[in-house]
């Protein structure tokens, strides 16, 4: 396989969150039964009823080996100038939604199996090709309840291709969803008959930024190995656009946390639960995962620093599928394009970065799979 036509026809396929990825979901199950792997496809629907399928793909016998794991949603795309799911090349770059995060890493991933006997696979090799990454990683929690293949084997480490423009990631931050809601009465606001939600959320709102103000002034709550050193305490308000002569009868505040390691996420959480209760406010509180901290002795981590070259791993922001697998094995992030390219109009991956990802993986494969690569005369 050519991982840049690989990589076109994976983009060729809409597979923004909010529609169903079954069309790419298929064209993967043919490709990876191509490469001889057993697969497990797990199903579900998504809050909005969509249909989402993901992939856990194994080759090889025996316990332990690599995961390698990547998922097949992209954001949409708007404001493009071409075809956002008609890639091209241009200028040693290659241009498509998902081209960066992260059909470039699922196409080599796919190319750097494909380098290796069959039947020399002492140890597997799973690959995981997720749903929903983008909107809370629905799929990466439906593979970690339900999958057998994945609790059967068990693999102990993983490699998530997220785009890293190629260095080595250990930790990222958590997930933490607030879903604040005050509920008042409607009426004409002359009447004198309503009651305001929004004067019951006010009180609430102040306390959010009193925490936010807390989060990112605090030195005792900063953690430098991140850029920003700070939590993320992100507060959106909402009152459903409610005339200005209608007393609002409900009220919504929510706030996106993103607990650092060394965070004690249930204090927050308890913290937001109780004030919530002091205001007559109900909160609904959506957790999706702790940050990732892979430790600086992992065999993973102390693999991908010897195969790039690099001195010690750095952090990112951002969350991935490890919010809901990283409890369950040892993860690292390593992966082709750049994150300030992903979920931009125009999104871009540098061919030279698939190739040395095609190269990156093959390396983690003959390590952890002990497997040998194909001869050619």
């Known amino acids: 396989m050519d991982v840049i036509e690989l990589t076109k026809e994976l983009i060729s396929y809409k597979s923004i969150s909010a529609i169903s990825n079954i069309r790419i979901a298929?064209?993967?199950?043919?490709?990876?039964?191509?490469?001889?792997?057993a697969i497990e496809r797990i199903e579900y629907k998504d809050e909005k009823n969509v249909q989402k399928i993901n992939l856990v793909a194994k080759k090889g016998r025996g316990s332990g080996g690599i995961a390698l794991l990547g998922h097949t949603d992209t954001?949409?795309?708007?404001?493009?100038?071409?075809d956002p799911f008609s890639a091209f090349v241009e200028d040693g770059k290659l241009y498509g939604r998902g081209s960066s995060d992260m059909k470039g890493a699922i196409a080599c991933m796919l190319c750097a199996v494909e380098q290796f006997k069959d039947a020399d696979f002492k140890q597997p090799c799973y690959i995981f090709l997720t749903s929903d990454e983008e909107i809370g990683c629905g799929g990466a929690r439906a593979i970690a309840e339900k999958s057998q293949m994945f609790h059967q084997g068990h693999p102990r480490?993983?490699?998530?291709?997220?785009?890293?423009?190629?260095?080595?990631?250990?930790?990222?931050?958590?997930?933490?969803?607030?879903?604040?809601?005050?509920?008042?009465?409607?009426?004409?606001?002359?009447?004198?008959?309503?009651s305001n939600a929004n004067l019951k959320m006010i009180p609430f709102l102040s306390e959010m930024r009193n925490i936010y103000e807390m989060l990112t002034t605090n030195e005792e709550y900063f953690n430098h190995d991140f850029d920003p050193p700070f939590a993320d305490w992100n507060i959106g308000i909402n009152d459903g656009n409610t005339p200005q002569n209608v007393t609002a009868p409900w009220s919504?505040?929510?706030?996106?946390?993103?607990?650092?390691?060394?965070?004690?996420?249930?204090?927050?959480?308890?913290?937001?639960?109780?004030?919530?209760?002091?205001?007559?406010?109900?909160?609904e509180v959506r957790r999706f995962g702790e940050p990732l901290l892979t430790p600086l002795d992992s065999p993973i981590l102390q693999t991908a620093l010897e195969l790039t070259g690099e001195e010690k791993p750095e952090t990112v922001p951002y969350g991935t599928d490890a919010l809901a697998l990283g409890s369950h094995m040892e993860l690292i992030l390593i992966g082709p394009g750049d994150i300030t390219q992903s979920h931009t109009a125009?999104?871009?991956v540098e061919i030279d970065q698939l190739y040395k990802a095609v190269d990156i993986y093959g390396k983690f494969i003959k390590k952890f799979c002990n497997a040998k690569e194909k001869t050619y005369l």
Not at 26 to 37: C, R, S, V
Not at 260 to 272: E, L, Q, S
């Open 75 to 82: 954001v949409p795309a708007e404001g493009w100038d071409s």
């Open 346 to 348: 125009g999104e871009w």
């Open 157 to 194: 480490y993983g490699v998530i291709g997220e785009p890293t423009s190629l260095k080595v990631i250990n930790s990222h931050k958590g997930a933490v969803l607030f879903i604040a809601t005050a509920k008042g009465k409607a009426a004409h606001s002359s009447t004198g008959k309503g």
């Open 252 to 283: 919504r505040c929510t706030v996106n946390f993103r607990p650092m390691p060394g965070h004690d996420t249930d204090a927050f959480i308890a913290k937001v639960q109780e004030l919530a209760k002091q205001h007559n406010i109900q909160v």
């Open 26 to 37: 298929d064209f993967l199950t043919e490709t990876l039964t191509t490469l001889n792997f």
